[in-house]
């Protein structure tokens, strides 16, 4: 079971930290992933971390703004959210599948179609305003 909190209502410019808590299973050698969507849009993709070694992925609407992390002794992962923009107004999921082998880039890809491959969190609304 995974549970982000976190999220929130800001003004453009200011930052979040979200965190995903994992129990029942851990976070050690598992890909770890932060989705986002908006109503009437498909769930989009915007970061992952490889929980193994540490290696991360990021799209290119976030690159620079957002830096995803990983403890595995506290099993919880976070994404922090630097300089937001009102286009970064979504609900924000994590997910997470341990003994992943392979970039987190492909997990992420593999699990937004196959859903039911990993564990996913109730999701967190996160709002920014102009």
């Known amino acids: 079971q995974l549970v982000e909190s976190g999220g929130g209502s800001v003004q453009a410019g200011e930052s979040l930290r979200l965190s995903c808590a994992a129990s029942?299973?851990?976070?050690?050698?598992?890909?770890i992933g932060w989705f986002r969507q908006v109503p009437g849009k498909e769930r989009e993709g915007v970061s992952c971390?490889?929980?193994?070694?540490?290696?991360?992925w990021y799209d290119d609407a976030v690159k620079g703004r957002l830096t995803i992390s990983a403890d595995n002794a506290k099993n919880t992962a976070y994404l922090q959210m630097n300089s937001l923009k009102p286009e970064d107004t979504a609900v924000y999921y994590c997910?997470?599948?341990?003994?992943?082998?392979?970039?987190?880039?492909?997990?992420?890809?593999?699990?937004?179609?196959?859903?039911?491959?990993?564990?996913w969190g109730q999701g967190t609304q996160v709002t920014v305003s102009s």
């Open positions: 997910a997470a599948l341990s003994r992943w082998v392979g970039s987190c880039h492909t997990f992420l890809m593999t699990i937004s179609t196959i859903t039911h491959m990993g564990s």
């Open positions: 029942g299973f851990t976070f050690r050698d598992s890909a």
């Open positions: 971390i490889n929980s193994s070694d540490g290696s991360t």
